[in-house]
Each structure stands twice: as C-alpha cells, then as structure tokens.
C-alpha cells in the first residue's frame, strides 16, 4: 500500500461520516444530483437512504424539508455507528490507541513534533502528551475540528435528536471496532503525513472543506468527483479497505434492517455513489432506487 495522498486529514474526518464520493461518472447518471434515494423492493418496507456531512461549520448546515419529510415517514433510524449506544465512547477508547511500542514522538521529527503540540494546545486545549499512544488519524481528525471552528454542526446528532423526539429505535451497521482497526492496516507513519498536512497546509486544507461543503450543499455530486477523480488512483488497496469492503457487508444489512420496519438508513455521502457505492449494489441486489430531489 502506497503512502496516503495529499489531503487524507479533510478526507478521513469525512470518510467516517461523509466519506470522499467514491464516484465514477459513468457510472452515475449526472442527472441524480441527490443524496436522498428511495428504497423500494420485495421482501422490505419502503424505507430511505442519505449521504451525511460528518461535521460542518453550524452556518454551513441546512436539513431540507425533502430529507425531514423522509425521517418522518419511517420508523428507525440505521447510522454507521449506533450513535446512542451508552457504551459507545467506551469503546471507541477502547480502540484509540496503536497496538506495538510506537509513539507519535517515535513517528515524528523533533521539530514537528513540538509543532503539532503546540497546535493540539491552541486548538483543544490539550498538548501532544496526552495522546501520546493515539492512533495518528485521530490527532488529524482534532486538528480539522480547528478548521471547523467553534460552532459547529452535524448530520448525524440532528438525526439522533430527532430519532429521540419520535422514540425511535437507533442501529448502526457496523461496530467501532470495525472501523478503527481500519487504522490499524494502514501504516501510523503513512498516518502521520496527515497530521504533518493539517499542520502546514491550514490554508490549503480550509480552501478544500469549503469547497467540499459548497458542492455537498448543492448536491452537487459531479463536482464532488471532479474534486476527487483521482484520489483512489493507484490506491486500489486503500479504497478496497475504507470503502468498497464496507459497502458490500452492508448490503445484506439493509435488506435485514428493513424487512419489517420503514427505515432512515444515514451513512456517509461517498458510499453512495460508483460501481461499488451502495445506491449500485442495492439495485444489483434487486431493489429499486428512486432519486429525490
């Protein structure tokens, strides 16, 4: 596997959660400029599927009446992560650290290392010492919380606050050990360069979310892989492991999950699209998928 790309800290803090749109243009219809879909099929009940923004600048957020007109025709809400589970945190904890001897410190040139605690300090209050055995992409996605700034907002935590005013039952489609031993495979040192860009390309990086949150406000799913076109090229084992693999175990779920409840299935808006996003693998698997725009 080669190194990470340029961009992988904005790309990461949305891929659990958002997720870079894993598209290809021909395999999506340009005029399916959405990230609402309607699932339909034998066997289920109609349910919902949408592409989140993980975390967004709160002057940034807008859920349109499509999406709550959506949410309130079903009857369970199906995230990622079983984001109201109590024990949730706790295991996320559980996960955060990498396994062996290395240490950001062991990772990382004297002079970096010292900036990036520096940094840590300004932007959660908090230096490089109490994350000390934290695995790398975590630290990457605190520093694009600087980017964000104080007020922030999200896709998911409105959805749980709405699941909660229905008393709507919560489920995840898969478990945060799934997801954080992800970053267990990749290489903490590939990791590191992340970091190392969050650090010294602030501008750059802030430039990039702004126009990712842009595209995602307009639906905009074409220039959403214009933006990304390249990123998996070359890369085939990476995007295998933070997508494609993914998708297809979650297939079979969704088709569980729905069987006898309406479902609002939210899940991060680059597992959509492409020949192996999840709006292609539902049709291949026989159920209908209706754009709503």
């Known amino acids: 596997m080669n190194s990470f790309k340029t961009k992988f800290s904005i790309l990461f803090s949305l891929i659990i959660g958002f997720c870079i749109l894993n598209s290809c243009a021909q395999q999506l219809d340009v005029k399916e400029n959405t990230l609402l879909y309607k699932i339909e099929g034998d066997g289920i009940q109609d349910s919902y599927l949408y592409g989140t923004f993980h975390i967004l600048p709160k002057k940034d957020f807008l859920l349109k009446d499509k999406v709550k007109k959506a949410f309130e025709n079903c009857e369970q809400l199906v995230l990622e992560l079983d984001m109201d589970d109590p024990t949730l945190g706790e295991a996320m904890a559980k996960h955060m650290n990498m396994k062996g001897d290395d240490t950001i410190k062991s990772l990382m040139k004297k002079k970096d290392y010292e900036a990036l605690d520096e940094e840590l300090l300004e932007v959660v209050g908090t230096g490089i010492a109490a994350f000390e055995r934290t695995k790398p992409f975590m630290i990457s996605s605190m520093l694009v919380n600087g980017l964000i700034g104080e007020e922030s907002a999200s896709f998911e935590g409105t959805f749980l606050e709405m699941a909660a ?8 489609l898969e478990e945060v050990e799934e997801q954080m031993n992800i970053f267990d495979v990749i290489p903490y040192q590939d990791q590191i360069e992340g970091v190392l860009e969050m650090l010294y390309k602030e501008e750059e990086m802030a430039k990039l979310l702004q126009e990712m949150i ?11 892989y214009e933006v990304f076109e390249d990123y998996f090229h070359g890369e085939e084992a990476l995007k295998k492991l933070m997508l494609d693999s993914r998708n297809k175990n979650w297939i079979p779920k969704i088709g569980a999950l729905a069987k006898d409840q309406k479902v609002f299935f939210g899940v991060g808006a680059g597992h959509l699209a492409g020949k192996n996003g999840v709006v292609n693998l539902l049709r291949k698997a026989g159920y209908t998928l209706t754009p709503i725009y």
Do not use: I, P, R
């Open 214 to 224: 842009t595209y995602y406000a307009e639906e905009n799913t074409q220039a959403l």
């Open 165 to 172: 005013s229905k008393n709507m039952e919560v489920l995840g």
